[in-house]
């Protein structure tokens, strides 16, 4: 069946673009602020990558794992590029975000099919980019040669993409996500993100307050502010004094209608004792902290150049729970660093026992090009990452569950966000992140309402609506 909206017959001539998004919540803000971009120039977001004119694959470079996935999207939109084109129409293939940035020109060496490469500080060039890929496919449509295919930007540019992207558009459901810090000058030997997304950069306190007022007016009660270490945060105030996090965390509390507050990712490193403190003063500020780890080991924390060591991460751990004793705390950890000794891997499981997290992400390590670590001797059998990995991992699928049944019989405010999978039931989330299920009716959508957690999984919680 033909759609009308992308048909080479259809009277509307209004196009379409599908964006995919891989990796983390940088991604998705990222995301939505290219579909701004691209609403201009007459381009609505279709369903699926067969409905689009124009396919934007946004993506991550963390792990290997990650940056396969999207050559093997790629293979498949060139086939659906060529079919189309067998039918006399056309689709356009731009891959953005960190692979962009880390593999440039090689991309479109893999992949000819592609058309658009842009770092994750380029998006806002996204219109001339497009302009000059339609320019060359007509050249190449008309049976001339090109020199060299694709069109790069893989620039850091001088000037601040934010200050050329135009104002969000739309809310989901009551919650948003605000991008207020990008880029790292920490250097972790095994992270790819201070090469892919560049040098630590804050957004200054104006732009940042501009954009959560004009959130809130959009709908939503709850934002999320993002950065890869976000609480590295250091805005410049239009006084020209410099904003910490916890300040302006403070001043958003004050914005009228604005019901809930978080943010990540955090290097604990930069929790300074404003921060802490703001975790028990300010009430929207909710009782969850994500707070990355990597590993238990003094001695691997320190090959990785994360400038902590296990013991300043339990203390930070203890301040934190004294100002904000209900503190759900998540962590980010990687099994299998070179190097690591089962001794080592031990003191990760004892961390782990201590802490007792209510959430964790656990990475094997993934070898990197271009980082310190994948040079490092001593790269570990994936074979005994693996079995490092599922060791750890039980251990805190233990945790989360134990926390979740802990929730049993308490009532929380949830924000309801989207529908669940059986009808008549939302999913929302509770003030310590759970997804928390319940009947509900769907005019409940984006808002909080007084839920009494009656049974805990693994991973979510489920729920009966309280009269309010
Ligand atoms: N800025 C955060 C911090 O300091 O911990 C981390 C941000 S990073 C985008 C997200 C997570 O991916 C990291 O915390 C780490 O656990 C994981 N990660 C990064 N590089 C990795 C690698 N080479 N192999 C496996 N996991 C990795
Ligand atoms: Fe990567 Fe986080 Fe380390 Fe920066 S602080 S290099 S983002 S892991």
Redesign the pocket.
């Known amino acids: 069946m033909k759609d009308v909206r992308t048909g080479s017959e259809g009277q509307c001539q209004r196009k379409r673009v599908f964006i995919r998004t891989y990796?983390?919540q940088m991604n998705v803000y990222d995301s939505d602020r290219m579909a701004d971009v691209l609403r201009p120039l007459g381009y609505a977001l279709a369903d699926t990558p067969e409905q689009a004119d124009l396919v934007v694959l946004n993506t991550c470079h963390?792990?290997e794992h990650a940056s396969e996935k999207v050559y093997s999207e790629l293979g498949r939109l060139r086939d659906t590029k060529a079919e189309r084109r067998a039918e006399g129409r056309d689709l356009t293939i731009a891959v953005a975000g960190c692979v962009a940035q880390a593999e440039g020109e090689e991309i479109a060496r893999r992949q000819p099919a592609v058309d658009i490469v842009v770092g994750p500080q380029a998006y806002h060039r996204l219109p001339e980019l497009l302009a000059e890929a339609e320019r060359k496919s007509a050249i190449l449509r008309a049976g001339k040669r090109l020199p060299g295919a694709g069109v790069l930007d893989t620039e850091f540019p001088a000037e601040s993409k934010f200050d050329h992207l135009p104002s969000p558009q739309g809310v989901r459901a009551g919650s948003a996500f605000l991008s207020i810090q990008e880029g790292?000058d920490?250097f972790?030997t095994?992270?790819?993100?201070p090469y892919t997304r560049g040098a630590e950069y804050s957004r200054p306190v104006s732009a940042v307050l501009a954009e959560a007022k004009l959130l809130v007016a959009a709908g939503a009660i709850e934002l999320t502010l993002l950065g890869?270490?976000v609480n590295a945060y250091h805005g410049e105030a239009p006084d020209g004094s410099t904003w910490s996090l916890a300040r302006l965390i403070r001043e958003l509390a004050e914005i009228e209608g604005m019901a809930r507050l978080r943010y990540t990712?955090?290097?604990p490193r930069d929790m300074d004792d404003d921060l802490i403190r703001a975790h028990g003063e300010v009430p929207q500020l909710m009782p969850y902290l994500h707070l990355?780890v990597?590993s238990g080991s003094d001695r691997i924390l320190a090959a990785m150049n994360?400038k902590h060591t296990a013991r300043d991460y339990l203390k930070l751990v203890e301040r934190i729970r004294a100002a904000r004793p209900d503190i759900a705390l998540s962590t980010?950890?990687?099994v299998g660093f070179p190097g690591e000794t089962e001794r080592d891997f031990e003191a990760t499981l004892a961390l782990v026992a201590e802490v007792d997290f209510a959430q964790a992400?656990?990475?094997?390590?993934?070898?990197?090009p271009g980082?310190p670590?994948a040079k490092m001797d001593e790269q570990l059998p994936e074979a005994l990452k693996s079995s490092r990995l599922d060791r750890l991992q039980q251990l805190l699928a233990r945790q989360t569950h134990h926390f979740n049944q802990t929730c049993v019989g308490k009532t929380f405010p949830v924000l309801f966000e989207r529908a669940g999978r059986q009808s008549g039931q939302l999913i929302g989330r509770s003030p310590y992140l759970q997804s928390v299920h319940a009947e509900a009716d769907s005019g409940l959508l984006g808002r909080i309402i007084p839920v009494e957690i009656s049974g805990a999984g693994p991973n979510s919680l489920t729920g009966v609506i309280r009269a309010a």
């Open positions: 990796g983390c963390i792990r790292c920490k972790c095994f992270c790819v993100v890869q270490n990712t955090s290097h990355p990597q994360r980010d950890i990687i992400y656990s990475f094997k390590y993934s070898a990197r980082t670590a």
